[in-house]
């Protein structure tokens, strides 16, 4: 089994020095607990920082704690102080976490917080170096290092790295407020897979990426710097038998009794969550006090359970949180409580886990109403521990989970009456009915487990190795490269069809900017001048165009996508008798279209239109788009036309047009000992396929294709033609 090394902000076991001795106990948190069985299970090493500062350790300490953690597959990434505040409690709480939980004005942007986020993922990079070995798996985890990807990609550059983020990713609106927005997502972007909660959360990623660095997508595909990068959608699920089976656990009863005790026969309505003003437990304070208000007869028949985790305490908003959580219930029990009863039992502490267990267990109805939350786990854990028992989830649906968990009762956060008429619907619900709901919740919990999340997650990522060794094994090797020589250098008669943009120039946003430079004038040139050689252009471009740049070379030119043929020296003419009276009917919806479409232009050809949309808003494009080709489609059923994606541009012609069936014009015209034919989008497709198996077909990019063969980039390809033209010098020279 190959070994994993998963990385996270903290170990799953803290250390601490207490009087001068060393201690070690298992972190408390959801990644860490629910990781538990699958990384003792798999071949894992976990990296990740202690939990303690570096400076309460001496070097003894530091080599002793390593050599420790060692034993428990785990290696420490040692923090100060200052990182910690700096990088933990600074950029990464207080700048992504509110926003990536849409509280903007929580969010603050100090230079200093990131440059110590920089600082620390690069403290990780030189962990995880530091022990790597070839082969290894790289899974990262979460916002505190989403610059971690790039990081390790560019020392190792085929390594195979993960990454899942915990948190919702938020609309692009809300994260390009970030100065260091391109960074994060270029980081990010160094991974294989990136995997999410929820399909939103990837939409909002990937449209992130498209507006604020113009990298495309398809299918949640990312093609970027000659990698296949991957988003996937992995619901993260809970430790399931863990929870199910908690009526075994030993003096569980005792736990219950004593709870019952203090509580008596009211119903307990439940509230768990770290104190985070992103789970919205002053908004469900207000909706119980609003239901005790308009329900006096619930008053002494009910209990609010309210456990509230210390969590970031080193943060402004969090101690805020606090005071005013404090006061309302304060409040609430003050208006509402008698002398027997208490109508909320606070909890301010992590509560041992058999209390825990013991609470969801007996709980009638758990309130878990946060404003954001990339999934929730409590939610789950509560549905899980219910076991044959009834019980009421209400959720809120801005968790993750409620995508999962349709059987809840899905509220509205941010409505107090929402919550409070849920939290009276549950407490009147028929028990037959609850029992019913849980089980369908409990049903998919089972099956989709914290350890099938993993593995899922691991499967996914070995797939994208195997398929990026298949497209690794399409790249012509050096080997390949020398029989292709040998082979160009014993043929007479050698037949090359090259396509322009992005095979022989960069693709250019701005298209008429795409002007050949003066070495690729020479390169071709060079290449015509050898008697032996017939060298075509096949290109989606204007005849004008094509004419300006290459009309006084030895060349053959094919524009529009084969409407138009030149051959050297002579006049462009049609290559099949072509329609034009179509275009009429045509242009007044495409014009209408541009109108409709800003930043998009039409292109009017002899024979054919160009829709071009690059410079539009990637959005609205891609709407329009879909809409245009049904327009298209029902208006032109009996026109003959065929209606072709490019590369953000849509084409419109004659149907039968296409690279493939214009470059029979030259392929059948000889016979030819050597063909050679580069393209690099969906366009020069129907060119390979349309060629004899014996061809040198060539991709430029390392994205699928029916070429035979790929070369990674325009400048590798441009050294390819070189290289042939030199060798031809060199025979001519014996
Ligand atoms: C982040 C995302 C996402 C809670 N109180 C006690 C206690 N817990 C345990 C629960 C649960 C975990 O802590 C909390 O997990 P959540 O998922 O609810 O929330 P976050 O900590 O915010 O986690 C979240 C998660 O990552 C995983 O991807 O779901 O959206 O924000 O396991 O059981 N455990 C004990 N005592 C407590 O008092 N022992």
């Given at each position: 089994?190959?070994?994993?090394?998963?990385?996270?902000?903290?170990?799953?076991?803290?250390?601490?020095?207490?009087?001068?001795?060393?201690?070690?106990?298992?972190?408390?948190?959801?990644?860490?607990?629910?990781?538990?069985?699958?990384?003792?299970?798999?071949?894992?090493?976990?990296?990740?920082?202690?939990?303690?500062?570096?400076?309460?350790?001496?070097?003894?300490?530091?080599?002793?704690?390593?050599?420790?953690?060692?034993?428990?597959?785990?290696?420490?990434?040692?923090?100060?102080?200052?990182?910690?505040?700096?990088?933990?409690?600074?950029?990464?709480?207080?700048?992504?976490?509110?926003?990536?939980?849409?509280?903007?004005?929580?969010?603050?942007?100090?230079?200093?917080?990131?440059?110590?986020?920089?600082?620390?993922?690069?403290?990780?990079?030189?962990?995880?170096?530091?022990?790597?070995?070839?082969?290894?798996?790289?899974?990262?985890?979460?916002?505190?290092?989403?610059l971690l990807p790039n990081l390790i990609r560019e020392h190792i550059p085929d390594a195979n790295i993960g990454f899942f983020l915990h948190i919702p990713f938020p609309s692009m609106e809300i994260f390009r407020l970030i100065p260091w927005r391109k960074e994060l997502l270029a980081g990010m972007l160094g991974a294989d897979l990136i995997g999410f909660h929820t399909y939103d959360y990837i939409r909002h990623f990937l449209n992130s990426i498209r507006r604020l660095l113009g990298i495309e997508h398809k299918l949640s595909q990312i093609i970027y710097q000659n990698r296949i990068i991957r988003t996937d959608v992995f619901p993260m699920g809970i430790e399931y038998e863990h929870f199910a089976n908690i009526k075994n656990i030993p003096d569980l009863n005792k736990e219950e009794k004593h709870i019952k005790k203090s509580i008596g026969n009211r119903k307990i309505i439940l509230s768990i969550d770290r104190l985070d003003y992103t789970k919205g437990i002053l908004q469900r304070l207000e909706a119980f006090d609003w239901l005790l208000d308009k329900n006096p007869q619930l008053k002494g028949k009910v209990t609010m359970v309210l456990v509230e985790v210390p969590s970031r305490t080193g943060v402004d908003s969090y101690r805020m949180l606090k005071k005013r959580s404090d006061e309302l219930i304060g409040r609430i029990n003050g208006k509402h409580g008698t002398i027997e009863w208490a109508p909320i039992l606070n909890f301010y502490r992590v509560l041992p886990f058999k209390t825990l267990a013991a609470f969801y267990h007996l709980a009638d109805v758990a309130v878990i109403t946060p404003l954001r939350d990339g999934m929730n786990l409590v939610a789950k854990e509560y549905v899980a521990a219910k076991g044959d028992n009834n019980g009421v989830l209400v959720l809120s649906e801005m968790a993750g989970a409620a995508r999962e968990m349709a059987e809840a009762i899905i509220v509205n956060p941010n409505s107090i009456e929402d919550i409070a008429n849920a939290i009276k619907e549950a407490l009147e619900m028929d028990p037959q009915e609850q029992i019913s709901r849980i089980k369908n919740m409990q049903n998919?919990?089972?099956?989709?487990?914290?350890?099938?999340?993993?593995?899922?997650?691991?499967?996914?990522?070995?797939?994208?190795?195997?398929?990026?060794?298949?497209?690794?094994?399409?790249?012509?090797?050096?080997?390949?490269?020398?029989?292709?020589?040998?082979?160009?250098?014993?043929?007479?008669?050698?037949?090359?069809?090259?396509?322009?943009?992005?095979?022989?120039?960069?693709?250019?946003?701005?298209?008429?900017?795409?002007?050949?430079?003066?070495?690729?004038?020479?390169?071709?040139?060079?290449?015509?001048?050898?008697?032996?050689?017939?060298?075509?252009?096949?290109?989606?471009?204007?005849?004008?165009?094509?004419?300006?740049?290459?009309?006084?070379?030895?060349?053959?030119?094919?524009?529009?996508?084969?409407?138009?043929?030149?051959?050297?020296?002579?006049?462009?003419?049609?290559?099949?008798?072509?329609?034009?009276?179509?275009?009429?009917?045509?242009?007044?919806?495409?014009?209408?279209?541009?109108?409709?479409?800003?930043?998009?232009?039409?292109?009017?050809?002899?024979?054919?239109?160009?829709?071009?949309?690059?410079?539009?808003?990637?959005?609205?494009?891609?709407?329009?788009?879909?809409?245009?080709?049904?327009?298209?489609?029902?208006?032109?059923?009996?026109?003959?036309?065929?209606?072709?994606?490019?590369?953000?541009v849509l084409e419109i012609k004659n149907a039968g047009i296409n690279k493939g069936a214009a470059a029979k014009a030259l392929l059948f015209k000889e016979k030819w000992d050597f063909v050679l034919a580069a393209g690099d989008d969906i366009t020069d497709e129907d060119l390979f396929t349309s060629l004899p198996d014996t061809t040198y077909s060539i991709k430029i990019g390392l994205s699928p294709s029916s070429a035979r063969y790929s070369i990674e980039s325009i400048n590798d390809f441009r050294n390819l033609l070189s290289s042939l033209s030199l060798n031809r010098t060199e025979i001519t020279a014996f």
């Open positions: 089994m190959q070994r994993l090394l998963l990385i996270s902000n903290r170990l799953p076991i803290t250390v601490e020095k207490k009087k001068g001795t060393l201690s070690y106990t298992k972190s408390v948190g959801g990644l860490a607990t629910g990781l538990d069985s699958f990384y003792r299970s798999y071949n894992c090493s976990w990296i990740g920082w202690p939990g303690t500062y570096s400076e309460r350790f001496n070097e003894n300490d530091t080599q002793q704690i390593t050599e420790s953690l060692l034993d428990q597959k785990c290696s420490p990434v040692f923090l100060s102080k200052n990182d910690i505040d700096n990088y933990y409690y600074g950029f990464s709480n207080r700048t992504i976490w509110p926003l990536f939980h849409y509280f903007p004005l929580y969010a603050v942007y100090q230079k200093e917080h990131w440059k110590s986020y920089v600082e620390v993922n690069k403290k990780f990079r030189d962990a995880v170096l530091g022990i790597y070995e070839k082969n290894d798996f790289i899974w990262i985890h979460d916002y505190q290092l989403m998919r919990l089972k099956r989709y487990d914290v350890n099938r999340w993993a593995h899922d997650f691991m499967l996914r990522l070995k797939q994208i190795e195997h398929s990026r060794e298949m497209l690794k094994s399409k790249i012509l090797s050096s080997e390949e490269r020398n029989t292709l020589e040998l082979n160009y250098a014993d043929s007479r008669k050698n037949l090359f069809l090259l396509d322009y943009d992005g095979t022989l120039v960069p693709f250019s946003r701005k298209p008429r900017h795409a002007v050949p430079d003066d070495d690729l004038i020479q390169l071709l040139n060079d290449l015509c001048a050898d008697p032996r050689n017939t060298v075509a252009i096949i290109s989606g471009r204007d005849c004008e165009s094509l004419q300006k740049w290459f009309g006084d070379l030895e060349l053959n030119i094919f524009a529009e996508h084969g409407v138009w043929f030149k051959e050297k020296r002579q006049d462009w003419r049609t290559l099949e008798p072509q329609q034009k009276e179509w275009k009429d009917e045509v242009r007044p919806i495409l014009e209408m279209y541009v109108d409709r479409t800003p930043g998009s232009f039409l292109e009017e050809k002899e024979y054919s239109f160009s829709w071009h949309y690059r410079n539009s808003d990637p959005e609205l494009a891609l709407i329009r788009v879909r809409e245009l080709k049904d327009t298209l489609i029902h208006l032109t059923t009996n026109l003959n036309l065929g209606v072709m994606d490019g590369n953000e």
